[in-house]
């Protein structure tokens, strides 16, 4: 299943803060759901080098933004996120800082 993902970024103080959003609907498989469907692994990438990288639960809210900031970058470096699902879904995006 696909599940669109975005990806903004804004000026940061002296970096960039990247901020990404994930619609995923986040099945906890609690009393009234019986399938199990959460994000587990979010990866932040500057210019293909791995910055951040979050583990998440399945207590995490549905449509899920997560972010970080960036420092030292230079305009037309690329941000690119991804991430995936317990059930295996992926998704990805990336922005370039101007």
Not at 19 to 33: T, V
Not at 64 to 69: A, F, L
Not at 73 to 88: K, M
């Amino acid at each position: 299943m696909t599940y669109p993902t975005s990806l903004k970024l804004a000026k940061y103080q002296s970096g960039v803060e990247a901020l990404c959003e994930i619609l995923h609907p986040m099945y906890a498989g609690d009393s009234k759901q019986s399938e199990v469907n959460y994000i587990t692994r979010v990866v932040f990438r500057l210019n293909d080098r791995v910055k951040a990288e979050f583990l998440l639960g399945k207590y995490i809210s549905r449509n899920p933004v997560v972010g970080t900031v960036f420092n030292n970058v230079e305009s037309g470096d690329s941000v690119q996120v991804s991430w995936q699902d317990i059930a295996g879904n992926r998704g990805q995006a990336t922005a370039t800082v101007k």
